[in-house]
C-alpha cells in the first residue's frame, strides 16, 4: 500500500475534516475521499463518519489510524538511521510543550537547531501537562515539556528544572521595585490569573488557603502571553512562572518579583517522554542541545 494513501487517511484523522487535509496536503478533496473509499474497500470496514462538522473516525478507522501511526514512525526512524550512516540528521521531531516555555525559550532552539540541520523538521503542539502526558503515553510524540510538581509513574523525566512562581506588573505599578513579596501583600489588589487548569493557579490557590485568605482574582485567562499584554495596558498585576518574563523586547516593560520561597511548594518544569521510547538521533540531539544551552534562569 503506498504510503501517500497513509498520509491523507492520518491527515484527514488528525484535522476532522477532508477539506481541511486537502488544503494541507494541497491535493484535491475529491483524491483524498477517493483514496479513503479504497481504504475502506480494501479492509472492509467503514472507516469514518461523516458528520456535519466534518468527519470522525469509527472504532475500526481508529483501530488503522494507530497501526499506520506506527508504521509511519518506524519509516521514519529507519530513514533517520540510514542517513545517520551517511553523517547527516534527518526526520520530523515531534513533541508536545507548555505555552510558558515555547516562545522565548524553545522557539530559538528550534530556530538554532534548524539553521544547522536542515534535514530536520519539527511538528509541535502547544497544549497543558495534562494533555503532554497524554500524547506521550499515546506514542504520539518523542518528546513533552511539562510544569509540575513530579510527574506521573508512567512517564520518564529527561530534565529537571527549577521553577519559581513569580508576581508579574508593569515597571511603573507600586509593586515593582520589590525584590521579593509574600502572598498577603496582593490582599488588597485585583489579581489576573491563569484559569484553575494551570499549575501556576493550582499552587497559588493552596498556598493562599494554606496562609487564610484569598486573592481578588477579577479576571481569569488560559494565555500567559494575553495575561501578559493585559496587565501591560491595565496596570495590572499577575502570577506566572519566572520564565515568562525574560529580557526581551517586550518584556523588559514588566517585572518580575520573588515570591517568597517557603508559601509556595516547589515545582519544576520538565522535558520528558515515554519510557522506551526510541528517539531518533536528531530528537536526542535536539534534546541535549536544549538541555545544555537553556537553563530557565
Known amino acids: 500500500m503506498h504510503i501517500t ?8 484523522s488528525k484535522v476532522g475534516s477532508v477539506r481541511k487535509a486537502a488544503e494541507l496536503l494541497h491535493v484535491s478533496p475529491s483524491a483524498i475521499s477517493k483514496q479513503i473509499a479504497n481504504l475502506e474497500h480494501i479492509f472492509k470496514a467503514k472507516l469514518i463518519d461523516r458528520l456535519a462538522s466534518g468527519i470522525q473516525l469509527t472504532e475500526e478507522g481508529k483501530i488503522l489510524a494507530h497501526h499506520m501511526e506506527k508504521t509511519i514512525r518506524e519509516m521514519e526512524i529507519a530513514r533517520s538511521r540510514i542517513d545517520e550512516m551517511n553523517g547527516t540528521l534527518s526526520g520530523t521531531i515531534q513533541y508536545a510543550t507548555i505555552e510558558g516555555v515555547a516562545k522565548d ?9 534548524n539553521n544547522s540541520h536542515k534535514n530536520v523538521h519539527f511538528n509541535g503542539k502547544i497544549l497543558g501537562s495534562d494533555s503532554v502526558y497524554e500524547t ?8 513533552g515539556i511539562v510544569m509540575d510538581t513530579k510527574i506521573p509513574s508512567d512517564i520518564e523525566a529527561i530534565k529537571y528544572f527549577d521553577t519559581r512562581l513569580t508576581v508579574v506588573t508593569p515597571r511603573n505599578h507600586s509593586l515593582a521595585l520589590k525584590k521579593n513579596i509574600s502572598l498577603k501583600e496582593l490582599e488588597g489588589h485585583e489579581i489576573t490569573i491563569l484559569n484553575p487548569e494551570f499549575l501556576t493557579r493550582q499552587l497559588i490557590t493552596a498556598a493562599t488557603q494554606k496562609l487564610g485568605f484569598e486573592l481578588n482574582i477579577r479576571f481569569e485567562l488560559d494565555s500567559i502571553e494575553m495575561i501578559k499584554h493585559y496587565i501591560e495596558d491595565s496596570n495590572g498585576v499577575t502570577i506566572l512562572p ?13 517585572a518580575s518579583i520573588n515570591i517568597n520561597e517557603c508559601e509556595v511548594q516547589k515545582c519544576f518544569t520538565i522535558i520528558c517522554k515515554k519510557p522506551g521510547r526510541h528517539l531518533i538521533k536528531a530528537a ?3 534534546i541535549e542541545e536544549v538541555c545544555r544551552h537553556n537553563t530557565l534562569e
Do not use: A, E, M, Q
Request: glycine fraction near 4%; include cysteine.
Open 284 to 286: 536526542d540531539c535536539f
Open 136 to 143: 506521550i503515553r499515546s506514542g504520539g510524540i518523542d518528546f
Open 105 to 113: 525559550w524553545l522557539f530559538p532552539s528550534i530556530k538554532s537547531f
Open 5 to 12: 494513501i497513509y498520509k491523507y487517511f492520518l491527515t484527514v
Open 242 to 254: 519566572h520564565f515568562c518574563v525574560t529580557k526581551n523586547n517586550h518584556d523588559t516593560r514588566l
